[in-house]
């Protein structure tokens, strides 16, 4: 690892988050074990403490000449000094006893410690207690406390390696985090700025951890898609303006040309006059309708939706097609469920979506066909589908036709601007429903579905 890369870990979230959890477990670790230490020491001096004092009451109540005696067979028989008596003078002078000097008392009766050059000549630490009395000599109680100061310095040694250990294992962890952290935003830099240089077919990592970092990624993706999308829609836009748009404008240019070289009789002037009319009406149309697909993804009319039932609007639209299919002699049926299919939204936009589903089944159905609308409700999702039984729509084209002012070869000289399912599909990412295309064999299914609404309730994230 290069030192360019090690100095781009502890600018990492995961190395100082790391570095953070280290010294919260670090303090933790030194509040615990200081507080088992000092327990511990606690316990093992009133231990030491208690023995202390009792054996200076049992000396107490013996007899001077007794207590003598005891003293003298205690330090013969206490070869290793471990608890050591002595008993000394009013003045201070040795009486009887393993150690033969008074050492400096600050208070009688109160625990205290020294330091006593023992029978092997090895200086130990040895904690005692001096006690007055009755005949005005000084008892000495002792008891030797090396283990515990052994004990003391055990437990020191392990609180000091344990840290370093707990230090060492904390500060690997944090730069493997932070490293990790670093390679994982690598990954997502190189990927942002391949897209960033135009490859925006490119995505960011995501490890399927569902963690924060992915979550993200995964809302990014979500976003390029979308950008894709408008991206590729937006040049099949230009090209098919380019394409669709040329033959009116061609047309256009060419009648007023024609009159302006020619001497035109008046009744000429008037239908060359209205030929052009007609051209800019429909170049005027195909604008519109493309600044209200616009108006529709710009979700700005979410604001306005309240509970709609689809069964309502379905019905509506039929009725509204019933002349033109009778004209045909198109059989137009609809068929609802008794339940309501509630989906918060605008009814208007959904009446249009409808109607331009039905429109197209119409216009693209030879005479005497079927066109059959459907409303069902089943539990949370609701469908609303438009079939018909004309020459259908071939699988490679089923998502192309949703593009703006895309139209197919065989519809290229059927009136329109090819702006009908664009609106259809600029309505459902509006009301977050799905749309689909399927095969009827024969005929097109194109499908509205989405999770239905509870009458009387709107979600608040969709207001």
């Known amino acids: 690892m290069s030192s360019v890369r090690l ?29 088992i230490y000092w327990q511990t020491a606690v316990y093992l001096k009133a231990e030491a403490d208690v ?16 207590r003598l005696e005891e003293i003298r067979k205690h330090a013969r028989q206490d070869v290793e000094a471990r608890l050591p008596h002595s008993l000394f003078d009013a003045q201070g002078n040795y009486l009887a006893g393993a150690i033969h000097q008074l050492p400096p008392i600050k208070a009688y009766d109160k625990p205290d410690e020294f330091r006593w050059l023992g ?23 002792a008891q030797d406390v090396h283990d ?18 707990l230090l060492l294992v904390g500060l690997l962890g944090a730069i493997w985090l932070g490293n990790s952290t ?45 950008l894709e999308r408008l991206m590729s829609e937006v040049k099949g836009v230009c090209d098919d303006i380019a394409h669709d748009l040329r033959t009116p404008l061609t047309r256009l240019i060419a009648g007023l040309e024609r009159a302006q070289r020619r001497g035109l009789k008046a009744q000429d002037y008037a239908q060359t006059l209205d030929a052009a009319l007609t051209e800019a009406k429909g170049l005027l149309m195909t604008f519109r309708a493309l600044l209200r697909i616009s108006e529709i993804e710009d979700s700005a009319r979410r604001s306005h939706f309240a509970a709609v039932d689809l069964n309502h609007i379905a019905a509506d639209v039929v009725e509204f097609y019933e002349p033109l299919a009778e004209e045909r002699q198109i059989d137009l049926l609809l068929t609802c469920q008794p339940t309501e299919a509630m989906i918060a939204g605008d009814a208007q936009l959904l009446f249009d979506a409808t109607c331009n589903l039905v429109d197209n089944a119409i216009k693209f159905c030879p005479d005497q066909a079927r066109v059959h609308v459907t409303v069902q409700a089943q539990g949370d999702h ?53 749309l689909a295309v399927k095969d009827a064999a024969p005929g097109c299914i194109i499908e509205l579905s989405g999770k239905a609404l509870p009458a009387g309730h709107i979600p608040q994230h969709m207001l």
């Not at 000549?121 to 207690?129: K, L, N, T």
């Not at 490119?202 to 399927?208: A, C, M």
């Open 382 to 434: 609701v469908l609303l589908q438009v079939a018909d039984t004309g020459p259908g729509i071939p699988a490679h084209e089923r998502e192309a036709v949703f593009r703006r002012l895309y139209r197919s070869e065989s519809s290229r000289h059927t009136v329109g601007n090819g702006l009908g399912l664009s609106m259809v599909a600029a309505v459902a990412r509006l009301h977050d429903l799905q």
């Open 182 to 226: 670093r390679l994982r935003l690598n990954a997502l830099s190189n990927a942002i700025k391949s897209i960033i240089e135009g490859d925006l077919s490119r995505r960011l990592p995501v490890r399927g951890s569902f963690d924060d970092i992915d979550r993200i990624a995964s809302v990014v993706n979500d976003m390029l898609d979308e």
């Open 148 to 165: 515990i100061h052994e004990f003391d310095e055990l437990l020191v040694n392990a609180l000091l390696s344990g840290g370093a250990l």
């Open 119 to 141: 029978p092997h000549q090895h200086h130990r630490p040895v904690r005692f207690i001096v006690h007055r009395l009755e005949d005005g000599n000084q008892l000495l109680v």
């Open 51 to 66: 023995g202390l004092y009792r054996q200076v009451e049992n000396r107490r109540v013996q007899s001077p000449p007794l």
């Open 7 to 35: 100095s781009e870990i502890p600018r990492t979230s995961g190395f100082r988050t790391g570095l953070m959890f280290l010294g919260l477990f670090g303090f933790s670790f030194l509040a615990l074990f200081g507080y």
